[in-house]
C-alpha cells in the first residue's frame, strides 16, 4: 500500500518569498503523483500531476513540482507566493502499475501568505 | 456546467443516530469517489464506484457506513448508527473516463461536514 508523508503542517510566509512544500511517498512501483489545492471555501482542485517523463512539472498559477525518483520525493515550488495562494496543498500518490484508481493523499499543508 | 455537488454542507447528529450524505457527480462522469477527512489528517479513500457498480470498497472503515449508487447518477453515503469517530469531511469526487488514473484529475464537491456530539 502507498503512503504520502508530508512534512509541513502550517507554513507562514511574507507575499514575494519563495515557497517549497515537501512531499514524499511510500510505493515501490511506477507512481502517478499529484498536487491538489484548496482555497478557503471552495473545493479540491488539481495543482499539477506528473505521470511520466520531464520530472519537473508545471502547473497552474506559476507552481512547479520535481519528482525525484530515487529520494521518492515530489516537492512543490513556487518562486515568489501572493497572498492569493493562501490555501491548503495536498500531495497525492496513485500506484501506476496496479490500475487502483483510488488516490492517497497526504495530511496537507496549510499555507498562510501574509500580505 | 454544474460541479459536484454534495448535501448537506454540514450536518450535526448524536452518536446512534442515523445520517445520510449526497453527492451528486459531474452530469457524464461514471466514476464516483467517497474520500474522508478526519480531523486534519489526510484524506483517506473510502470506496469507488464505476457507474452503479462498487469498483473498490477497501477504504470502508466498518459496516456502519453503506454507500449507494442507484441508476449510475448520484450516489448516497448512510451511517448507521455514528459513532464519535465518525465526525470529519466526507468528500465525493467524480470522472469522466474509466482510465481516469492516467489525468489524475478528479473533480470534488465541497464536502460533507460531520459531526457526531
Known amino acids: 500500500a502507498q503512503s504520502v508523508s508530508q512534512h509541513n503542517h502550517h507554513v507562514i510566509l511574507s507575499e514575494a518569498a519563495s515557497l517549497e512544500l515537501g512531499c514524499n511517498y511510500s510505493?515501490?512501483?511506477?507512481?502517478?503523483l499529484f498536487w491538489y489545492v484548496q482555497y478557503p471555501g471552495q473545493h479540491l482542485q488539481l495543482l499539477l500531476k506528473?505521470?511520466?517523463?520531464?520530472?519537473l512539472v508545471k502547473g497552474i498559477k506559476g507552481f512547479e513540482a520535481e519528482f525525484i525518483k530515487s529520494k521518492f520525493s515530489f516537492n512543490l515550488r513556487k518562486p515568489s507566493v501572493q497572498w492569493s495562494d493562501t490555501a491548503e496543498y495536498f500531495c497525492?500518490?496513485?500506484?501506476?502499475?496496479?490500475?487502483?484508481?483510488?488516490?492517497?493523499f497526504g495530511s496537507g499543508t496549510r499555507l498562510q501568505v501574509q500580505p | 456546467e454544474a460541479g459536484v455537488t454534495q448535501f448537506p454542507s454540514h450536518s450535526v447528529i448524536e452518536k446512534g443516530q442515523t445520517v445520510t450524505l449526497r453527492c451528486d457527480p459531474i452530469?457524464?462522469?461514471?466514476?464516483l469517489y467517497w474520500y474522508r477527512r478526519v480531523m486534519g489528517k489526510e484524506i483517506k479513500f473510502l470506496l469507488h464506484?464505476?457507474?452503479?457498480?462498487?469498483?473498490?470498497e477497501s477504504g470502508m472503515p466498518n459496516n456502519r457506513f453503506l454507500a449507494e449508487r442507484t441508476g449510475g447518477t448520484y450516489s448516497t453515503l448512510k451511517v448507521q448508527p455514528a459513532e464519535l469517530e465518525d465526525s470529519g469531511v466526507y468528500f465525493c469526487?467524480?470522472?469522466?473516463?474509466?482510465?481516469?488514473?492516467?489525468?489524475?484529475?478528479?473533480?470534488f464537491g465541497e464536502g460533507s461536514r460531520l459531526t457526531v456530539l
Open positions: 510505493y515501490g512501483g511506477t507512481v502517478n
Open positions: 497525492a500518490v496513485n500506484a501506476g502499475d496496479t490500475g487502483r484508481r483510488a488516490l492517497t
Open positions: 469526487a467524480s470522472s469522466q473516463v474509466r482510465a481516469s488514473w492516467h489525468t489524475g484529475e478528479l473533480f
Open positions: 506528473y505521470f511520466s517523463g520531464d520530472p
Open positions: 464506484f464505476v457507474k452503479e457498480s462498487k469498483q473498490d
Open positions: 452530469s457524464g462522469h461514471d466514476n
